[in-house]
């Protein structure tokens, strides 16, 4: 086969498929003299680390791949950072960089319609509101006196009964007769007295009693 492929190889190279099952992992690890010998890894766990560790200890962001029993870490290969090539219709982070944009202090610093959702619309301690809905509450105010006097000319028989009654009330509750003035005095008496007759008993049974052998 050398002689007809031309290949002074002893082994040929054959491509196969192969399940990713089967792969293992051949590592270098110390025995316990000290001698370095490569052996072939069953089982790799990868568990990934927190952001914390990310970002105060430098970890790797693929995670802590180790060997389960040993408790061995393996390295990861060093990643290569890939070489972008800069073509003519590519931006330089140079030209990105500079601040082109400088806002006045007469531009908005977001646009207008961002404000109802920074803040409760509807809220009742609103204190700046749109020029429609002040017309409105101008119109609304101006008119309330009118719309008193409507609905006053345009009340029911009913709603007469009840206003008439409400005012013949008021007028009879104003003054008092005289006949109605003796009659509360005499129970306002009447209550008076009795609250004499009752302390007066209660300071009889309450006083000094004489005990006999």
Request: zero cysteines; charged letters at 35%.
């Amino acid at each position: 086969m050398r002689i007809e492929q031309q290949d002074s190889r002893r082994i040929a190279p054959v491509a196969l498929d192969l399940p990713m099952s089967d792969v293992r992992l051949v590592l270098a690890l110390e025995d316990s003299e000290g001698n370095f010998r490569d052996v072939v890894v069953d089982k790799v766990v990868v568990k990934p680390h927190s952001n914390y560790d990310i970002k105060h200890n430098n970890a790797d962001k693929r995670g802590r791949r180790y060997i389960p029993g040993l408790n061995k870490d393996i390295p990861w290969p060093p990643m290569e950072e890939p070489e972008h090539e800069l073509n003519d219709v590519d931006t330089q982070r140079i030209d990105l960089d500079p601040d082109t944009w400088k806002p006045s202090l007469m531009t908005y610093p977001f646009p207008p319609s961002v404000l109802d959702e920074l803040r409760n619309k509807y809220s009742k301690f609103r204190t700046r509101h749109d020029p429609e809905y002040i017309a409105l509450k101008e119109a609304q105010a101006a008119a309330g006196p009118r719309t008193k006097v409507l609905a006053q000319m345009a009340s029911t028989p009913m709603q007469e009964l009840i206003e008439r009654n409400k005012k013949e009330r008021a007028e009879r509750q104003k003054d008092l007769t005289e006949e109605q003035l003796a009659t509360i005095g005499e129970v306002m008496a009447r209550a008076r007295r009795l609250e004499k007759m009752e302390a007066a008993q209660k300071k009889v049974q309450g006083g000094p009693q004489t005990q006999t052998s």
